[in-house]
């Protein structure tokens, strides 16, 4: 499944052939009927026979699924049709090394990618253009808009802590974690508790990709806290990018 049939997809809300009598999707209500595939039926799972046992699994395409559901229930379903590699035009040195490091952070092993620099250079463009890919490979995406996020879970830890532990828990989890605009505003004693927790439970899953995006620097990040930040240094090793200076959306406004 490539980005330009990932989109399609996105576009058309609507993925399964009609018929004159559509049959229900047993995934429908969990909202996974958004996948047309020919392998399970659009029924989610295949099954096989070992030792003179059937056993049933996870078909491949749930993968896929689940993303394209998170990916609508986070919002990014609409920046994936503007922000891919493709409508990233770069025009400077910096541009171009951005987007060549973010292809190839898609091929490459699984590390963690950090992009920071001023609003409006291009953050969240690079970042969501490497989500679309990824999960058009099958990859799981979570996206974290870190201010909205951060403000339910830190409300949320002494009225809800079932919500708090259900999504600290997805969001530590993740096959990739994308948090967009980290650490945006004033960082209180509560956001660092909730960002050590996360980033460092990820940090020892070698296996999961974290993407971060920011308008701070290294320098700025480990004035907050030094722990923190020589994890991150360390996950994104090789994969730490400043977007250019200019400020291309307000430009293009």
């Known amino acids: 499944m490539t980005a330009d049939s990932l989109l399609q997809l996105v576009r058309s809300g609507k993925l399964c052939p009609e018929s004159q009598e559509p049959l229900p999707s047993p995934l429908a209500p969990y909202g996974l009927d958004n996948v047309d595939c020919p392998v399970c039926h659009n029924t989610g799972t295949v099954t096989y026979e070992k030792d003179g046992i059937l056993y049933s699994r996870d078909c491949e395409c749930m993968a896929r699924r689940r993303s394209l559901r998170e990916l609508k229930n986070s919002g990014l379903s609409e920046l994936a049709e503007l922000y891919t590699f493709e409508t990233y035009k770069p025009d400077n040195p910096i541009a171009e090394s951005l987007l060549k490091y973010a292809k190839k952070y898609v091929e490459d092993h699984p ?15 690079i970042c969501t253009a490497i989500c679309v890919e990824l999960i058009s490979k099958g990859h799981r995406v979570v996206y974290m808009m870190w201010r909205d996020e951060s403000t339910r879970l830190k409300s949320s830890l002494a009225s809800d802590p079932e919500y708090y532990s259900r999504r600290m828990d997805e969001l530590k989890n993740a096959d990739v974690l994308y948090i967009d ?73």
Not at 111 to 125: I, Y
Not at 182 to 207: I, M, W
Not at 210 to 234: F, Y
Request: charge should be positive.
């Open 181 to 253: 605009d980290f650490f945006k505003g004033k960082v209180k004693d509560a956001d660092f508790n909730l960002a050590f927790e996360l980033l460092n439970y990820r940090y020892t899953q070698p296996s999961k990709r974290t993407i971060i995006s920011t308008e701070l620097d290294l320098p700025a990040l480990r004035k907050i806290d030094e722990a923190l930040a020589r994890r991150i240094i360390e996950r994104s090793e090789g994969y730490r990018r400043r977007s250019p200076d200019r400020n291309y959306s307000y430009e293009k406004s």
């Open 111 to 125: 590390a963690w990618f950090l992009v920071s620099g001023r609003p409006g250079s291009g953050k969240s463009h």
